[in-house]
Nanobody, 116 residues
Framework: QVQLVESGGGFTQAGGSLQLSCAAS????????MGWYRQAPGKQREMVAL???????NYGDPVKGRFTITRDNAKNIVYLQLNSLKPEDTAVYYC??????????WGQGTQVTVST
C-alpha cells in the first residue's frame, strides 16, 4: 500500500500563487510517475502535471507555462507550484502515484479556490 498526504492549496485571488505538496509513504519503491489531477464541480477529472522518477515532466494544456511540477526522490515528495492562477483553476487537486504495472494510488484531495 502507498499513502499520499497532500498539503497546501487554499484561497487566492486571480494572478496569485499557491504551492501544493504530496508526500508518499509505504510501499513506494516501485513508483515511477507522480503528479496531480484536478476536478472542478460538474467536470471530469483532468491531468494537471505528471513527473517521472527521472524528472521528465508533462503538463496539461490549460496549465502549461503557469504551473511547475518538481519532485524530491530522496524525500518522496512531489510539489506543484501554481502561478498566474485563474478562476478556472478552481478545483479539488488530487495527488497521484503510479507504481509500475499496478493501479494508481490517489490522495484525498485538496481544494484550490481562485477568486476574480
Amino acid at each position: 500500500q502507498v499513502q499520499l498526504v497532500e498539503s497546501g492549496g487554499g484561497f487566492t485571488q486571480a494572478g496569485g500563487s499557491l504551492q501544493l505538496s504530496c508526500a508518499a509513504s509505504g510501499r513506494i519503491f516501485n513508483i515511477n510517475s507522480m503528479g496531480w489531477y484536478r476536478q472542478a464541480p460538474g467536470k471530469q477529472r483532468e491531468m494537471v502535471a505528471l513527473i517521472t522518477r527521472s524528472g521528465t515532466a508533462n503538463y496539461g494544456d490549460p496549465v502549461k507555462g503557469r504551473f511547475t511540477i518538481t519532485r524530491d526522490n530522496a524525500k518522496n515528495i512531489v510539489y506543484l507550484q501554481l502561478n498566474s492562477l485563474k478562476p478556472e483553476d478552481t478545483a479539488v487537486y488530487y495527488c497521484i502515484a503510479q507504481p509500475s504495472g499496478q493501479s494508481a494510488y490517489w490522495g484525498q484531495g485538496t481544494q484550490v479556490t481562485v477568486s476574480t
